[in-house]
């Protein structure tokens, strides 16, 4: 059985909105750590670029998994 397009795109979401909360705790350590200066929209804009790319990748690999797997 292959996953629906719904199911790609809430999986999908699921993993992005807890990657994108994980990537600005993260991150924010990590600057303080290093001694980078990091204001908070900064932080919030790196992290969200990264996040929707990361979002189109993982959406576009589990699609073509799953046509590759039901071929």
């Known amino acids: 059985m292959s996953q629906t397009k719904l199911h790609s795109h809430l999986e999908a979401s699921t993993n992005l909105a807890t990657g994108f909360i994980l990537s600005l705790i993260v991150?924010?350590?990590l600057a303080l750590y290093l001694?980078?200066?990091m204001p908070l929209d900064t932080n919030l804009f790196i992290t969200g670029v990264f996040t929707v790319v990361s979002y189109i990748r993982?959406?576009?690999f589990r699609r073509?998994?799953?046509w590759i797997t039901t071929k």
Do not use: V
Request: hydrophobic residues 50%.
């Open 35 to 37: 001694e980078i200066p």
């Open 64 to 66: 073509l998994f799953n």
């Open 27 to 29: 991150w924010h350590f």
């Open 58 to 60: 993982s959406y576009l």
